[in-house]
């Protein structure tokens, strides 16, 4: 990874990639791992509920089953697309799980807080946006330290509950794909790849009322 350098908050921002195909196949050591972990659990949340918990899952026959799962539902995917949507999405890598050789599966649980939750009552959405953020927080802290994440999200919830033993009411929120990368794409995938385009951000400002 040569010299360490930590980046600014805003460098990690515009360097934040989903990472999928550059891992180098070292496995992240503990330290590390527990200084994203640590990032991610500071993040805020509703309430102060903290709800997320994180399952690191690096046994290989665990990520290797999990990699399998997920290479059935892209298959299943992209049999669904228009022919010139499937040629687009046949290049673009969707998983890097094995490669990665760590997995951090991120849950979240409703009834953490007990059931009154200081700000979720009228939007309960939050207690998962909360796990959301600490995800974020994870992320950016892994770019600023030059490893690599990369969100799964080709699986069935229930299937990845079962596979890392999640207690009854404890749902799957992501699949975090994380480990030292060789670079980071300068072009998110899905723009390298002709998916999708970014948007500008002066199509996305509102001013006082939201316009078509």
């Known amino acids: 990874m040569g010299t360490f350098r ?5 460098e990690a ?8 195909a550059e891992f180098t196949g070292e496995v992240l050591d503990d330290a590390t791992l527990w200084r994203l972990l640590e990032a991610a659990h500071r993040a805020p949340s509703v309430g102060n509920s903290q709800p997320w918990d994180f399952v690191v899952v690096r046994e290989p026959a665990t990520l290797t089953r999990f990699a399998e799962h997920v290479a059935g539902k892209r298959r299943d995917f992209g ?8 040629a687009t ?3 673009i890598k969707i998983e890097g799980i094995t490669e990665s050789g760590t ?15 200081l700000g979720r009552v009228t939007v309960p959405e939050t207690g998962v946006y909360s796990a959301v953020l600490a995800i974020q927080n994870l992320w950016l802290t ?3 330290q030059e490893i690599g994440v990369g969100w799964v999200s080709f699986y069935d919830p229930e299937f990845l509950a079962e596979l890392v033993a999640l207690p009854e ?18 072009v998110p995938d899905l723009e390298r790849f002709g998916w999708r385009g970014a948007r500008p951000l002066a199509d996305a ?6 316009r078509r």
Do not use: N
């Open 103 to 117: 997995g951090v599966v991120v849950t979240y649980d409703h009834d953490r807080g007990g059931p009154h939750v």
């Open 205 to 210: 400002v509102h001013r006082e009322r939201f």
């Open 169 to 186: 009411g404890i749902r799957p929120v992501a699949w975090l794909c994380v480990g030292p990368v060789r670079e980071f794409q300068r």
């Open 79 to 86: 049999a669904a697309l228009p022919p010139e949507r499937a």
């Open 142 to 144: 892994a770019t600023a």
């Open 89 to 91: 999405f046949a290049p």
């Open 6 to 10: 930590e980046m600014s908050v805003h």
């Open 13 to 20: 921002i515009r360097t934040r990639r989903d990472v999928r």
